[in-house]
């Protein structure tokens, strides 16, 4: 079977059926990659989630191509990671070319033992096809294509929203809106934020090409190279043999002009070469801005993506980092709706996902200046650097093409517990949980699958278990209302003493999870439902446990000691 | 022999080139130039090492010849 043509789809416009509720607990607004993952996490928590989206197609053209490991982690979580995977392409090789030769080239096939690539090249609309139908097949989402929101009346106790359809505006009203409506966000507007940052004066054409050819499946990054003079050129590849050609053309160019087929062609046969047959997909000018908004949150209104942050292509930092928002803010939202969490927990999305933001605008905003000297200073340092490069290693550090996508860690976070135990700097608390494989009942698999959508504490045990009052608690553990689970890591030695405990158990049989979690004799682990690490200690000790969970939830309460 | 390190000695080298492209701002040319050439020599000084810097300026030049 074929590919569906998700770029062709036209989304069915329904009327407002005349029973449907006048209010919803979760509103998001934009169904792109961004709204339709927030729609499936808070509706795989359990909650019932209207979408609204002024339009009736997915995305036109390839978009965002490039999806990072920490996405594809997040989607695995939301169960459409496998899909995007399949169709998507591998790649980890990366080539810098400076005029006529290659200075450079980098790997970043990351160490083994992690379920997902680096990257995967997708084009958006397979992503937005695929999140679609997941959303499709979920009974708590409802999607309204062409219904475009129109008023925003922000309130303590809800918010309403004015909606215009074909059929004329109704009004709605909901607990928790949610904006996720790009990088022009009518709702930002309508409420009377802005965006703050710095515009760039420079255009890129986008052209995506398909044509049989067996360039290898790489990045490759050209600066002023002798088919285009002065600017840069990247190639990467997609599914389905189309291939993003991106020019940089300077701000001069004119945008009407440069989209014409006659204007693209000669510039993508200057690359490929003349008798390279080429038929063209897709082709954009475009501009671009690092800036956010100041708060994110506002009242009942939360603002994920490029609603609330944008940055420069370079580094695949946009919906990249829409994604790690969502992953931020549901889990959040979800114990709050619970009354599981106070409100303050909702501030920390915006402490945690600016700093995010920031860190995102500061490495785009590095790069665009490497790509795009600002001064004939400037430029003569790049180019020097460039030369450099072929010989020095310092240079090649330098040489700024894009820094790609990561995971941000949230060091500086008020939901981390300090360490007090002296553990690894190279995973912080605050950082990433790693991925590694393990065993569950004699079936290989991998380390993050087994995380869910709650608290895990994770116990990694290499000699010994845990005293049997702590195995005790643990199976029975008593954190108020707060849903967690206890996992224990066992090294192959200990799965005998461990089976017969009932405890729920994996088994670290490489010793991978040992090294990344920095185990030695014990450690403990508590991860947040987004798996970002909240907390460790090199002892179970189930106080500690609880005034972590507390403090990861924004819940500053002393609790009573239940030492003994 | 004190050997040249040309191995990545910055811990943020991104931080580096940030902050050196960004000193210039605002400089006409000629302004750079002679602000590049106050920086050598307060660089220099700061290594002091006479076989460093020969090394230093070898390489260097080296780079300016292959592309002349």
């Known amino acids: 079977?074929?590919?569906?043509?998700?770029?062709?789809?036209?989304?069915?416009?329904?009327?407002?059926?005349?029973?449907?509720?006048?209010?919803?607990?979760?509103?998001?607004?934009?169904?792109?990659?961004?709204?339709?993952?927030?729609?499936?996490?808070?509706?795989?928590?359990?909650?019932?989630?209207?979408?609204?989206?002024?339009?009736?197609?997915?995305?036109?053209?390839?978009?965002?191509?490039?999806?990072?490991?920490?996405?594809?982690?997040?989607?695995?979580r939301l169960d459409i990671g496998e899909r995007m995977v399949r169709k998507g392409i591998s790649w980890n090789v990366g080539r810098i070319f400076f005029r006529d030769e290659e200075v450079w080239n980098f790997n970043l096939l990351p160490e083994s033992g992690h379920r997902r690539p680096a990257f995967?090249?997708?084009?958006?609309?397979?992503?937005?096809?695929?999140?679609?139908?997941?959303?499709?097949?979920?009974?708590?989402?409802?999607?309204?294509?062409?219904?475009?929101?129109?008023?925003?009346?922000?309130?303590?106790?809800?918010?309403?929203?004015?909606?215009?359809?074909?059929?004329?505006?109704?009004?709605?009203?909901?607990?928790?809106?949610?904006?996720?409506?790009?990088?022009?966000?009518?709702?930002?507007?309508?409420?009377?934020?802005?965006?703050?940052?710095?515009?760039?004066?420079?255009?890129?054409?986008?052209?995506?090409?398909?044509?049989?050819?067996?360039f290898p499946e790489e990045r490759w990054f050209w600066f002023d190279p002798p088919f285009h003079p002065n600017q840069s050129v990247l190639l990467h590849s997609q599914p389905d043999n189309v291939w993003r050609i991106d020019f940089q053309l300077g701000w001069d160019a004119d945008p009407a002009e440069e989209v014409k087929p006659e204007k693209v062609l000669p510039r993508i046969k200057a690359l490929l070469g003349k008798d390279v047959d080429v038929q063209l997909e897709w082709v954009s000018v475009y501009t671009f801005a690092c800036e956010r908004m100041d708060s994110f949150r506002h009242g009942r209104v939360f603002f994920a993506?490029?609603?609330?942050?944008?940055?420069?292509?370079?580094?695949?930092?946009?919906?990249?980092?829409?994604?790690?928002?969502?992953?931020?803010?549901?889990?959040?939202?979800?114990?709050?709706?619970?009354?599981?969490?106070?409100?303050?927990?909702?501030?920390?999305?915006?402490?945690?996902?600016?700093?995010?933001?920031?860190?995102?605008?500061?490495?785009?905003?590095r790069s665009t200046d490497f790509i795009t000297p600002k001064s004939e200073t400037s430029l003569l340092f790049r180019n020097t650097v460039l030369r450099l490069a072929k010989q020095h290693d310092f240079a090649r550090r330098l040489v700024n093409s894009g820094r790609l996508s990561?995971?941000?860690?949230?060091?500086?976070?008020?939901?981390?517990?300090?360490?007090?135990?002296?553990?690894?700097?190279?995973?912080?608390?605050?950082?990433?949980?790693?991925?590694?494989?393990?065993?569950?009942?004699?079936?290989?698999?991998?380390?993050?699958?087994?995380?869910?959508?709650?608290?895990?504490?994770?116990?990694?045990?290499?000699?010994?278990?845990?005293?049997?009052?702590?195995?005790?608690?643990?199976?029975?553990?008593?954190?108020?209302?707060?849903?967690?689970r206890c996992i224990l890591v066992v090294s192959p030695e200990l799965e005998g003493d461990i089976a017969a405990t009932g405890i729920e158990y994996v088994v670290d049989q490489d010793s991978i999870l040992a090294g990344r979690y920095d185990v030695r004799g014990g450690a403990c682990y508590l991860i947040r439902p987004d798996q970002h690490i909240a907390a460790r200690w090199r002892n179970v000790d189930i106080v500690r446990i609880r005034q972590a969970l507390l403090r990861a939830t924004s819940t500053h309460q002393e609790v009573p000691s239940c030492h003994n | 022999m004190s050997q040249l390190n040309t191995q990545c000695n910055f811990n943020v080298p991104d931080e580096f080139y940030e902050r050196l492209i960004s000193?210039?701002?605002?400089?006409?040319?000629?302004?750079?130039?002679?602000?590049?050439?106050?920086?050598?020599?307060?660089?220099?000084?700061?290594?002091?090492?006479?076989?460093?810097?020969?090394?230093?300026?070898?390489?260097?030049?080296?780079?300016?010849?292959?592309?002349?």
Request: negative net charge.
């Open chain 1, 120 to 214: 995967i090249n997708l084009q958006q609309y397979y992503c937005e096809g695929y999140l679609y139908e997941k959303c499709e097949a979920d009974p708590n989402i409802e999607i309204r294509w062409r219904n475009r929101v129109v008023e925003v009346q922000p309130a303590n106790s809800q918010v309403t929203l004015t909606v215009d359809t074909p059929d004329g505006p109704y009004s709605i009203s909901t607990d928790w809106l949610i904006a996720c409506d790009g990088a022009r966000s009518p709702v930002r507007k309508m409420l009377g934020q802005e965006a703050h940052g710095q515009i760039f004066r420079d255009r890129f054409l986008i052209a995506d090409v398909k044509l049989e050819a067996d």
């Open chain 1, 406 to 484: 990561e995971a941000t860690f949230y060091t500086e976070s008020s939901l981390n517990t300090p360490d007090v135990d002296e553990f690894t700097a190279t995973l912080p608390v605050g950082g990433v949980a790693p991925d590694g494989p393990v065993s569950r009942d004699g079936h290989t698999t991998w380390w993050l699958s087994q995380l869910g959508k709650n608290f895990v504490i994770a116990v990694f045990c290499k000699d010994s278990l845990p005293a049997a009052a702590s195995l005790q608690q643990m199976a029975n553990p008593d954190f108020q209302s707060l849903p967690v």
């Open chain 1, 305 to 365: 993506g490029d609603a609330a942050h944008r940055v420069s292509p370079f580094g695949a930092r946009g919906a990249n980092s829409g994604v790690q928002d969502i992953d931020n803010l549901a889990w959040k939202l979800d114990l709050v709706m619970r009354g599981r969490a106070p409100d303050a927990l909702l501030d920390t999305y915006c402490e945690e996902r600016q700093a995010a933001a920031d860190e995102n605008i500061l490495n785009s905003t």
């Open chain 1, 1 to 76: 079977m074929g590919d569906i043509d998700y770029q062709s789809l036209q989304l069915e416009y329904r009327p407002v059926p005349a029973d449907a509720p006048d209010h919803y607990p979760v509103i998001i607004v934009g169904a792109g990659p961004v709204g339709m993952s927030m729609a499936l996490d808070m509706a795989q928590h359990g909650h019932k989630v209207l979408v609204l989206d002024d339009d009736h197609t997915l995305s036109i053209g390839s978009r965002a191509i490039c999806f990072a490991k920490r996405t594809l982690d997040i989607w695995d």
């Open chain 2, 23 to 68: 000193a210039h701002r605002d400089l006409s040319t000629n302004e750079s130039n002679a602000m590049n050439a106050a920086l050598v020599l307060l660089l220099s000084n700061h290594i002091g090492d006479l076989d460093v810097i020969s090394q230093a300026l070898e390489e260097a030049r080296r780079s300016v010849m292959a592309e002349a």
